[in-house]
């Protein structure tokens, strides 16, 4: 007795069903991980600000302790002549920009003879940068200012632990703490 096998086919790829399945689901994963996704991106790029920033303040201290002087962080461009200057016609703001630069008399003003070590472009971004108008490290690489100084960053694109508080204790070293608030 022969037996026949019969080959029942069936031609490859998804029925109607199914993918309208898939598609539903996959629509319900996307709605659920896009804003998390996108909560996950500005927290990382917040973080890096925050670490922008806190390297500056290594450097700042650095070349403080390196070239036994006092050396001076301020907000401004030095391409307009705002640099550390609140005056009329400048916007010195941390957003425009800094400068470090070599401060022996430790009055906050770039002065003939004082050597501008770096100037830099601002923080991109959305983001609110509040700040005293000028930090200064000695040579010994503590504060000049006896207390702690704190620069926060903002964003308004995170409804939680949206500003990073980069607390600088007396003797220079900084800790970033998180909080929740409005910029």
Known sequence: MIFEVELIMREKGFTLIE???????????LTVAVPSFQSLIENNRLATNVNQVITILHYLKSEAVKRNVAVSLCAGNPNNGCACNPGPGCNATWKNGYIVFTDPNVNCTVDQGDQ?????EGIRGDYTITAVGCLTFRALGNLSANNTVTISICTSNLTADNI??????????PNVQKRTGTC
């Open 164 to 173: 990073r508080d980069i607390v600088i204790n007396p003797v220079g070293r």
């Open 19 to 29: 993918l309208m399945i898939t598609l539903a689901i996959a629509a319900i994963l």
């Open 116 to 120: 501008i070590l770096q100037a830099r």
